[in-house]
């Protein structure tokens, strides 16, 4: 088991396996946003000698992102990989769904052991705004099509304001903005908030981190929000089951097959229980959103003492057994267990002035 310098245990490892994306989210990755040279990106078996490495050191839960890991080629062959590490016991995905349906059957072969799927709204036209594709029917149809795998299922939905939906603040007198604000957020996140009524799916919302492109929008309160929940949802009562190793606050609302859920980074912050450390899709170990701090295990991976090797660009192994290769495996010990000692004590989302990582969330992972 592995505990940082605050005595917190570190379990939980989110890994990018690509910073490409089939949508172009106005607040993570609209068009333009650099992407790395495929050379750059590590490979299957170098994520697998990580997550090797960070199941010795007491990882147990691993998340595969993006970018949006879908377009990867061969995503369900990596959880395959993954799931076959003696230590870990549960892989899931996060996904924006557009690509879900024509692979859920491979990644269940592989045995995925959850999906969260991105949505931010249902109306259609917003949907289009935010993400540049007509894609929410493909969505919507995916969603019900992992619920009938008995298998959990979350959806996501970021807690944005209406600079999103094709307005700017500019376009309000500054004291329009509150009742603009409820007019353009509260009718979708009510509606997104249904599928919990309608599927046996978990719906959370997330609060806007002023990271990247999001620091351009602003969050909503979940303070505000739980507010009205509980006015639409008279009986709404805390739900204290465990959901999964993530930071959300769940409740129940009467007749809902599902739960909803708060992830609120800014209003309430959770950082004393943090559990979680995040690799990137060019193979750095990420401590806290908040700080570039880490380790470049790419480095490592690649150095000049790896059995890795290199033909025309392209980076591979040249015998199964490599990734659990004993020395690589010393070194890149070395190099998480310093990384995890000096993981920061807390972010300073609520002082973006103090921030010090300027990366986006596409170049970090989700």
Known sequence: MMKDSYGRTIDYMRISITD????RCCYC???GARKEPPSQILTFEEILAVVICGAGLGIRHIRLTGGEPLVRKGCAQLVRMLKSVPGIETVTLTTNGILLKENLTALLDAGIDGINVSLDTRDRARYRQITG???????????RAACKCRIPVKVNAVSIDFDCCGFGRGDFEEGELQNVSRQFLLPDWAAVAELARELPVDVRFIEMMPIGYGRQYQTISHEQLLEEMKARYPGLEPDSRRHGAGPAVYYRAP???GSLGLISAIHGKFCGDCSRVRLTAEGFLKTCLCYPDGADLRAVLRGPESPILRANGHFFWPFAACPGEEGLQRRLREAMEKAILEKPGAHCFEDPRAMREQRNMIDIGG
């Open 20 to 23: 490409r994306c089939n949508l």
């Open 29 to 31: 990755m609209p068009e």
């Open 133 to 143: 594709v007509d894609g929410l029917e493909t969505v919507e149809s995916a969603i």
């Open 255 to 257: 007749g809902f097959q």
